[in-house]
């Protein structure tokens, strides 16, 4: 999963003369059917500038045939989107697999480029779930529908585990004001733990699990900007696997994303009604996408429309039309027009929203987009 520490890491990587190969390629399966990724990936191979320094395609040769066989080898893995950096003199390789559209590019450099994956960080919303108790912590990270673990922390020293600890004689009240001593001390390690970690990956949503009685106490702790980044809580157990802490989490974060789709929505349908920037319904969008003005596209989940394309220059309508009306190539007719829709807002440099459960916006077409201009 993408954390921006780790980018920034890459980023900071520096070659002894050599290059960075950097891919970027969709490989959306619904739009490449025939596995056209493949030829994209060639063509721009071929087009790789030469630039001052002639030897380059000699200390590039090892990443593109790395690169060229991978793409080749593992289309099982394949998301929508795929990212490598690679560089073979400093024995790197770094391969994401993303489930959102990526601009084709490929970038030879002496330093990696990370800047996609930066804009992925900042334009598609990430949560920390933080799970705890009184001995432990686990600190999750979620983002494009996927959660992991990002590490755990353990209280240093609890009395009164071992029966034979010095604790166990002392007397309840004591001993009970000793744990609690204890527990104060962990928290409060986790406290600063969590606050580090929402800096550092400039995390802006976070949810909270553990026991009830646990959570109390967190939040009564919780700096007030970190409480202030607090959307839910959940109850589990501490030892729950991944998967049943995704499934606790997923209904928090969606009540949370609805409220902020439904203004969203509300905001697009109410400015294309008064003919400001915004448009709704595929055949104004795809008119304002054609023109390079769409800033965001905003789509229903699992939209589906069928339409034409030019072959040629990737026009895209829904009117039957015999050639191209910009380029006069040939046109196919496509049953995936939404994906190509936001496979091209993604090449225009627009962002791309998909919202999961709107009636408005499906009785409005199920499509639209906030315009440049
Ligand atoms: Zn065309």
Redesign the pocket.
Known sequence: MLNRKELEDIAAIRTNGGYFVSLYLNVNPVTNTKGDYLIHLKNMIKDIPEGDDKKIFKKIKGDIEKVESFVIGNKRKFKKGLAIISSSEKSFWKEYHLSVSLKNAIIVDRTPYIEPLLDILDNYQRYAVLLVDKESARLFLMHLGEIEEYGEIHASDIPGRHKKGGWFALSQNHYERHIDYHVGLHLKDVMKKLESFLTSERIERMILGGSEETVVRVREMLPRPIDQKVMGIFHTEMFANNNEIFEKVKPVIAEFENKRQRITVSDMLTMANKGENAVIGIEDTLNALQEGRVMRLVFVKDLKDSGYV?G????LTKQKVSD?P????DIDQVPYLVDLAAQKAVENGAQVEIIYDNKELLNAGGIGAFLRF
């Open positions: 030019c040629n220059c990737g026009y191209c910009y380029c006069k190539g």
